[in-house]
């Protein structure tokens, strides 16, 4: 099991009760199983508001901080006979290794959350979770039943998310250290995708060399779905199937990364399946390398979040015109959107605990400024639909995306995925090296 400290954990629950109401309490719940099929049922990864107040990894786990800011945690208890079957639990030994105040029998959450609540000036939870929404309003009602006998259910409901989005946003030094080091299991996978691909292999098969270095090197998960996407499949931004076989010519798209401690890695390289790239697309890849550059150029404190995407937008647009696969005026373009035939997606996504991780990109309308600590993507991309008659045909079905991994600081970015090569030569010399 990767966590950060026990310090980390308690101290962000500290910081949720310093920003809300004297008298407020705060719940959450961990999540649950979910079937796959029949009686199989996905391995479980826990709700990522809840990781990241807890470092808690079980399902059916709850937290309620008190009033008092007393931590909480409800989980299933030990129990030999069902251990036997379905694994190992903390049970009460939770309190040492994870740092909570109380460790309780999940079978006692509605008697102590009842106690908890009562005379709560607020109870603040995450509204995205219908069944502790039904939860909460369950304990409210009850409580408001007793009001006879002395109860006082709190009137005041808030939501959770807010508050945690914008503490996960940004990222201590613990966290910048462990997604590093995720970064880095996946750059070696990538590096040996790319020494590995052989024109006549399945796309299911190259996505294999990455599965085996990412738990090889440490990491039990992927962060979301491998895209592994040769030729024309690369013009579809999330192709999954990885079913096709790679062919001599294609390029191939690769969009992967693992997960460590919860926490996300997300990378996309694209190369020649043969080493070689053709000159429509080496032309086409320069194109969103230089975007990729003109991007990383506003990655800067104080910068606005979406100077980085109209950065990218400008060199794509621009390249396509000489290219000749858009025909008019730069700012007529832009302003047109035209573009998006090409490019429609944004340059980049926070990351964290989620792969496309939580936070505002505006503050009151306009585009927030970065700040030392944000952690985000980088990726411009085009993508030339093999029906698109409106350019030659030495354009169709070729898909470029080109993405690292970056974290903003006072010195500028600092790139986590760094030691995974971009520039063409780097990249052929790669795959036809092996």
Same mark, same amino acid.
Not at 219 to 246: F, K, M, P, W
Not at 349 to 375: C, F, N, Q
């Given at each position: 099991m990767t966590k950060l400290s026990n310090t980390r954990y308690q101290s962000r629950r500290a910081q949720v009760m310093a920003t809300l109401p004297k008298g407020a309490v705060v719940v959450l719940r961990a999540g649950s199983l979910c079937t796959r099929n029949s009686d199989c049922e996905y391995e479980f990864r826990?709700?990522?508001?809840? #990781?990241?107040?807890? +470092?808690?990894p079980e399902s059916d786990a709850c937290l309620i901080i008190g009033a008092d800011g007393v931590s909480h945690l409800f989980s299933l208890p030990k129990d030999i006979e069902k251990e036997q079957w379905?694994? #190992?639990?903390? +049970? &009460?030994?939770?309190?040492d290794v994870f740092g909570f105040d109380k460790v309780h029998p999940l079978a006692h959450l509605d008697t102590v959350a009842l106690s908890l609540l009562d005379g709560a000036s607020a109870v603040v939870f995450p509204f995205e979770d219908a069944l502790l929404n039904e939860k909460v309003m369950s304990w409210r009602s009850t409580l408001s039943k007793?009001?006879?006998?002395?109860?006082?259910?709190? /009137? %005041?409901?808030r939501d959770l998310v807010p508050i945690?989005?914008?503490?996960?946003?940004?990222?201590? $030094?613990?966290?910048?250290a462990l997604m590093e080091k995720a970064a880095q299991i996946s750059v070696q996978a990538h590096r040996a995708a790319m020494q590995n691909v052989k024109p006549t292999m399945m796309e299911y098969q190259l996505e294999?060399?990455?599965?085996?270095? #990412?738990?090889?090197?440490?990491?039990?998960?992927?962060?979301?779905?491998?895209? %592994?996407?040769?030729?024309?499949?690369?013009?579809?931004?999330?192709?999954?199937?990885?079913?096709?076989?790679?062919?001599?010519? &294609?390029l191939v798209l690769i969009d992967a990364g693992c997960e460590l401690g919860c926490y996300a890695s997300d990378i996309t390289r694209t190369f020649p399946a043969n080493g070689r790239f053709s000159e429509?697309?080496?032309?086409?890849?320069? @194109?969103?390398?230089?975007?990729?550059?003109?991007?990383?150029a506003k990655l800067n404190v104080g910068e606005a979040y979406e100077s980085c995407h109209n950065a990218a937008v400008e060199t794509i647009t621009a390249g396509l015109i000489k290219l000749g696969l858009l025909k008019g005026e730069l700012k007529t373009l832009i302003e047109s959107k035209a573009y998006r035939a090409f490019y429609m997606h944004n340059t980049g996504?926070?990351?964290?605990? &989620? @792969?496309? $991780? @939580?936070?505002?990109?505006?503050?009151?309308?306009?585009?927030?400024?970065?700040?030392?600590?944000? /952690?985000?993507t980088l990726e411009p991309?085009?993508? %030339?639909?093999?029906?698109?008659?409106?350019?030659?045909?030495?354009?169709?079905?070729?898909?470029?995306?080109?993405?690292? &991994?970056? %974290?903003? /600081?006072?010195?500028g970015p600092y790139v986590l995925t760094h030691g995974l090569p971009k520039e063409i030569s780097e990249i052929e010399s790669l795959v036809t090296t092996g």
């Open positions: 826990p709700n990522s508001h809840f #990781f990241y107040l807890t +470092g808690f379905e694994g #190992f639990r903390y +049970g &009460d030994n939770a309190t007793r009001a006879r006998a002395g109860a006082i259910a709190p /009137t %005041v409901i945690l989005s914008e503490m996960r946003l940004i990222k201590d $030094d613990e966290e910048i294999a060399e990455l599965n085996y270095h #990412f738990m090889k090197s440490g990491s039990r998960h992927l962060a979301y779905n491998n895209i %592994v996407a040769s030729g024309v499949n690369a013009c579809t931004l999330h192709y999954i199937n990885n079913q096709d076989e790679i062919r001599d010519g &294609d429509p697309q080496a032309a086409l890849y320069q @194109v969103v390398l230089d975007a990729y550059y003109a991007g990383f996504h926070w990351l964290g605990l &989620d @792969v496309h $991780d @939580v936070g505002a990109y505006k503050i009151d309308g306009e585009s927030r400024p970065l700040k030392a600590g944000m /952690t985000l991309g085009i993508y %030339v639909s093999k029906d698109n008659m409106d350019v030659a045909a030495k354009w169709r079905g070729i898909g470029i995306r080109i993405e690292d &991994d970056i %974290v903003i /600081t006072e010195q």
